[in-house]
């Protein structure tokens, strides 16, 4: 089920500042920024963690501090165990962390992503673009701030923008999201009525 | 019969074909830029590669993905678990089935829960189903992308009784959103498992024949032996899963090495390439329809009776309606899950399911309730995809055609 319980053993005792994270499923690190790289070529080099399965980041809450984390999960094929990396980015204006492309060339597009959804900067990415969304997208859509409904943006084409007067506008919501809140379940905040999406085709978006 | 079409004149197509006279002493030519899609045929979806071209030979080749992104993860964080199945139909849409079973298994190691044999029975089943479907779609339109009409229209006919059943299990042929957070969304219906069985028989004879259309077809070897060329590191390197990592020599079956579901009880082989090249990838895709078949047919053997949802999950899995109906605390009960949705602990927990395009990966961040903080999907496509740039470089035009269909991805799940 797990990678043998020497592997966060040794890790720990090789980078002091490497912590043990809690998990339900696989074994888990916290790691700062600075040994990051470090840890991420001892598992490769040294563990068997050969496969970088994934890498995404979250975004721990608008108030919180560190706010943007990369996760990262990697895969040992010879055993078929993972392990999570977990790297909590030091500033929350300038997110940051190094690139782990020269490990896992597939690790260019993930970096990518997370840098489209969440705004966080990879240091040496050879080719740090937008992957999903268009180059000049102002905003970072992944972040708690960022409302479901979407902000006005123009369109990635300014010609054919201009040509047909459209922009990329917020969906209409019409009453919803018809969600709980995730935790402290109250029926007036989950009540969508009076949450902000409550605007609707008919009704303007309060500014 | 008189036709009523005019031929051009012979001497008009030699002179289209002759090349104009290259200037004196100028071979050297002049680097192209050539955009493959977004609605290229080839492109399966909306793909783009912007490619470099010195004469035929790429150069370079940057896809352009992202023109299907719907927002899938933000969406995700905005509705309970069992309100995400139907979009988990949308990002594989060729295999909807083992995507519900992914997300449903997902989060059900978040609760720690164990649904019952019959439930994992059926899972198993109708993922494996999923897997020959999405697997002859690929084969027929791998076929067309090389010049082999025939193998399609053989595929489709088979998808169709593959969708007929599905329709007859799920009521939908396409989006099925089948599952529920720890069960699934009904039991199979009377003698349904039968009808799989049936299919299965017959289904074998003609698989050999659509096999035997490509696997020794002179044209079809040309197109895809020694092109597109993955070699075992770099499909390693590029976290490339399911056929395309095993067509580079790579034995990683998530379904053998890290079981889920009751896969253990199962027997069956994990076909795995020797070079690495587009044939290989059709070899392991055809090989791995007669295992699934092999796993279909022994599941059914062995199909157990019981419950077919976590009946001691109260707080996770809504009661049948017609206790809803009747007793007060299972309407309370089921007024509670469609609301709140399926109540889950905090934690985090990574969950990846062999798919028929590879490893589609659940990362949950859950701080309790019904509604994820974050969840985080891993399109077994979008990483198969990232190598393009790599292998592309060195191959003709045509051979970008090969290779892409021999990738087999699908962009609702790259681009989600």
Redesign the interface.
């Known amino acids: 089920m797990s990678a043998p319980a020497d592997t966060l053993a040794v890790l720990k005792a090789r980078f002091p500042r490497v912590a043990e994270r809690?998990?339900?499923?696989?074994p888990?690190l916290d790691v700062p920024t600075t040994d990051l790289f470090a840890v991420l070529r001892a598992l490769r080099d040294d563990h068997d963690f050969?496969?970088?399965?994934?890498l995404?980041a979250?975004?721990a809450g608008v108030d919180v501090s560190p706010r943007f984390h990369v996760?990262y999960?990697l895969?040992a094929?010879r055993r078929?165990a993972?392990v999570?990396v977990v790297v909590a980015c030091e500033s929350n204006d300038s997110p940051e962390v190094p690139s782990a492309v020269p490990l896992?060339?597939?690790a260019?597009?993930?970096e990518r992503?997370a840098f489209d959804?969440f705004g966080v900067r990879f240091a040496g990415h050879p080719d740090l673009r937008?992957?999903?969304?268009?180059d000049e997208y102002p905003h970072f859509?992944?972040r708690k701030e960022?409302p479901?409904a979407g902000i006005d943006a123009p369109l990635p084409d300014a010609e054919v923008a201009a040509e047909s007067g459209s922009r990329a506008a917020p969906a209409p919501m019409a009453g919803g999201?018809?969600?709980?809140?995730?935790?402290d379940?109250n029926l007036t905040e989950s009540e969508p009525r009076a949450k902000d999406e409550s605007w609707t085709e008919k009704k303007e978006k309060p500014d | 019969m008189a036709s009523e079409y005019s031929f051009p004149e012979a001497g008009a197509r030699v002179a289209r074909a002759t090349a104009p006279e290259a200037p004196k002493g100028e071979f050297e030519t002049e680097k192209m830029s050539l955009s493959m899609g977004p609605s290229h045929p080839s492109t399966h979806g909306v793909l783009r590669i912007q490619m470099e071209l010195d004469g035929e030979t790429v150069t370079r080749a940057d896809p352009v993905?992202?023109y299907l992104?719907r927002?899938d993860?933000?969406?995700a964080?905005?509705?309970?678990y069992n309100?995400f199945v139907p979009y988990t139909d949308r990002l594989d849409y060729l295999a909807p089935l083992a995507n519900n079973m992914a997300h449903a298994i997902a989060v059900e190691?978040?609760a720690?829960l164990d649904v019952p044999p019959r439930c994992q029975s059926i899972r198993v089943i109708t993922a494996e189903m999923a897997r020959i479907s999405a697997h002859l779609l690929g084969l027929g339109a791998f076929g067309i992308d090389v010049g082999a009409w025939t193998v399609f229209l053989y595929t489709f006919n088979e998808r169709e009784k593959l969708y007929k059943l599905f329709e007859e299990l799920t009521g939908a042929r396409f989006t099925t959103s089948y599952t529920r957070i720890g069960g699934v969304a009904r039991d199979v219906p009377e003698g349904w498992t039968g009808r799989v069985d049936a299919f299965c028989d017959q289904f074998l004879p003609i698989l050999e024949e659509i096999l035997n259309l490509l696997t020794r077809n002179k044209i079809f070897m040309d197109r895809t032996v020694d092109v597109g060329v993955i070699s075992r590191q770099d499909a390693?390197?590029?976290?490339?899963?399911g056929p395309n990592l095993r067509g580079s020599g790579?034995a990683?079956d998530?379904r053998k090495?890290?079981p889920y579901s009751g896969y253990e009880q199962y027997e069956f082989d994990v076909p795995v390439g020797t070079k690495g090249d587009c044939y290989d990838r059709y070899l392991v895709r055809g090989e791995e329809m007669r295992q699934s078949v092999r796993i279909i047919k022994q599941a059914i053997a062995k199909f157990p009776d019981g419950p077919w949802y976590a009946t001691e999950a109260k707080r996770i899995f809504a009661p049948p309606k017609d206790r809803i109906l009747t007793s007060m605390e299972e309407l309370i009960q089921n007024f509670m899950i469609v609301?709140?949705?399926p109540q889950m602990?905090a934690?985090?927990?990574?969950?990846?399911a062999e798919n028929p395009k590879g490893?589609l990966?659940f990362?949950i961040?859950?701080?309790?309730?019904?509604?994820?903080?974050?969840l985080?999907i891993?399109g077994p496509s979008?990483?198969n995809?990232?190598?393009l740039p790599?292998v592309c470089v060195g191959a003709l035009v045509s051979d970008v055609v090969s290779i892409l269909g021999s990738l087999d991805f699908v962009m609702g799940e790259c681009?989600?």
């Open positions: 809690a998990s339900l499923d696989h888990a050969d496969l970088l399965s994934d995404t979250f975004d996760v999960h895969l094929i078929a993972y999570r896992w060339p597939g260019n597009w993930h992503e959804m937008r992957i999903l969304m268009w859509p992944l960022f479901l999201p018809f969600v709980a809140t995730p935790v379940f | 993905v992202g992104h927002g993860e933000k969406i964080e905005n509705m309970t309100q190691r978040l720690k390693i390197a590029y976290g490339l899963t790579v990683l998530l090495d890290r609301t709140e949705g602990p934690g985090e927990v990574y969950f990846e490893a990966g990362y961040i859950s701080r309790g309730g019904g509604v994820p903080w974050r985080r891993r979008f990483c995809l990232s190598v790599k681009d989600r």
